[in-house]
C-alpha cells in the first residue's frame, strides 16, 4: 500500500506570493492533518481534515488555510508569503480520528523557502 | 493542555551501548503516546505507541517503551544501538482534541 505523498517536495518562493501544497493520503484514509517544522518552533500543527471537513486549527494567522476533497486529498495554502513560512510541511493521514487505534502516518514533506 | 518535555536535545551513544531518550508528559486526561523517529530529509516514521493496555510497548527496530503513569514518563529504549538509529527522535501526546503534540526532539548520534 502506497504511503502519503506529498507534491512538491522542495520549492521555492518569494515574499509576497503564494503557495499551495499538496497531500494525498494512504488509501482509505479519511483525516489528513498538517504541521510545520521550523528549527526554531520545532513542529506545530496547523490543521486536520475530516470528510471534507476542518476539525481542527492550530494556533496559526488566517494566511494558513486547507482544504480536504471528496477522495480525502487535501491541499494547504499560504498566502502573503513571510520569510518566517520557510518550513517543511508536514502532512498526515489516518484512518479515522478520535479512535485509540488512530495513528498517523506521515508523509516525507514539502521543503518551502521563501526569499 | 497537555505538553510533552524531552530532556537533551542531543544524546551520544557508541554501537552496541545501550539507548535512553527521556520524555515527560503533562495531560489531564489519560493519554496517548507515541515515539516518532525522523532521518534527514525525510517525514516522521512511527516507532511505537502508547494507547491502553500493557505499559511496556514494543516498537520496530528493536525499540521499546515503558508508560509510567506515576512518573509522567514514557522513555524510550533499545538495548544495543546501531549505526542505522542515527536520527532525530520526537515524543508525542494527543491531546483531547486529537491533534499531536510533540517534544522538541533528541538527536540521537551512534559512534562507532
Known amino acids: 500500500k502506497a504511503g502519503v505523498t506529498q507534491t512538491p517536495r522542495y520549492l521555492i518562493k518569494t515574499r509576497g506570493q503564494q503557495v499551495t501544497l499538496s497531500c494525498s493520503p494512504i488509501s482509505g484514509h479519511r483525516s489528513v492533518s498538517w504541521y510545520q517544522q521550523t528549527p526554531g518552533q520545532g513542529l506545530q500543527f496547523l490543521f486536520e481534515y475530516f470528510s471534507e471537513t476542518q476539525r481542527n486549527k492550530g494556533n496559526f494567522p488566517g494566511r494558513f488555510s486547507g482544504r480536504q476533497f471528496s477522495n480525502s486529498r487535501s491541499e494547504m495554502n499560504v498566502s502573503t508569503l513571510e520569510l518566517g513560512d520557510s518550513a517543511l510541511y508536514l502532512c498526515?493521514?489516518?484512518?479515522?480520528?478520535?479512535?485509540?487505534?488512530?495513528?498517523?502516518?506521515f508523509g516525507p514533506g514539502t521543503r518551502l523557502t521563501v526569499l | 493542555a497537555q505538553s510533552v518535555t524531552q530532556l537533551g536535545s542531543h544524546v551520544s551513544v557508541s554501537e552496541g551501548a545501550l539507548v535512553l531518550l527521556r520524555c515527560n508528559y503533562s495531560s489531564s486526561v489519560p493519554p496517548y503516546l507515541f515515539w516518532y523517529v525522523q532521518y534527514p530529509n525525510q517525514g516522521l516514521q512511527l516507532l511505537l505507541k502508547y494507547t491502553t493496555g500493557a505499559t511496556l510497548v514494543k516498537g520496530i527496530n528493536g525499540f521499546e517503551a515503558e508508560f509510567k503513569k506515576s512518573e509522567t514518563s514514557f522513555h524510550l529504549t533499545k538495548p544495543s544501538a546501531h549505526m542505522s538509529d542515527a536520527a532525530e527522535y520526537f515524543c508525542a501526546v494527543t491531546d483531547n482534541t486529537d491533534k499531536l503534540i510533540f517534544g522538541t526532539g533528541t538527536r540521537l548520534q551512534v559512534f562507532p
Open positions: 498526515a493521514s489516518s484512518l479515522v480520528p478520535g479512535s485509540s487505534t488512530d495513528t498517523q502516518y
